[in-house]
């Protein structure tokens, strides 16, 4: 799952972002609603958070446009702009919640699970593959009856394959969904992911679920 954080106070932005992050979101970060227009165009999101007052004008304008562009996951704006009036304007221009500053960082991951949740009704409960099933809304994983533990990343690279069994996912792919953008992973952390993945899910002696295409990507048996 990834987010889009726009808020022009870099502390405030960092903090919102290990938040997010802690609950299982990649982030992204813009400082200025041009800087999130460009990351909207180029990547799809299950969540904005988004700040009003900003360098280049009001952050509802991304909402609103994001809306009225087919947007339909979730947006919480997240604002000193908290008056009752200001809350109305935000719900009525297509926020799902508004919170406002100062705020408490538990209260913020209740709000952004509650959201996500929201996303989940409009997906598949549960995803099953042969004897592996998995719970996108709660992130849980089984093989058969085990439940399995899972990093939030090998986690997000379980979904996509599940979600695609017998379609190549390719790196770019995986890419896109466990990280943000201004995160540089090392050249063979996918590959470690995806290994470590393998041996929770695999059964000794019989042939790996997931199947390395070379030069493609990953695929689901």
Known sequence: MRALVLEDDERLRSLVVRTLGRGGLACDEASRIAEAEELLELHEYDLLVLDRRLPDGDGLDVCRRARSGGFRH??????????PEDEI????????????????LEVLAAR???LLR????????????????LDPGRRLAWRGAQMLELTSREFTI??????SPGA??????ILEQAWGEREEPMSNTIDVL???L???????????????????GYRLR
């Open 112 to 114: 952004t699970r509650a």
């Open 194 to 196: 995806v290994g470590r």
């Open 118 to 133: 929201r996303n989940e009704t409009r997906a598949p409960k549960e995803l099953v593959a042969g004897d592996l099933k």
């Open 74 to 83: 979730s947006i919480l704006i997240l604002t000193a702009m908290d008056q």
């Open 158 to 163: 379980l979904e996509l394959l599940m979600r």
């Open 89 to 104: 304007e935000g719900l009525s221009e297509g926020a799902d919640d508004y919170l406002g500053k100062p705020f408490d």
């Open 168 to 173: 190549v996912v390719s790196r770019e792919e």
């Open 198 to 216: 393998r041996r929770k899910v695999d059964q000794p002696r019989q042939a790996s679920r997931i199947e390395t295409i070379r030069g493609m």
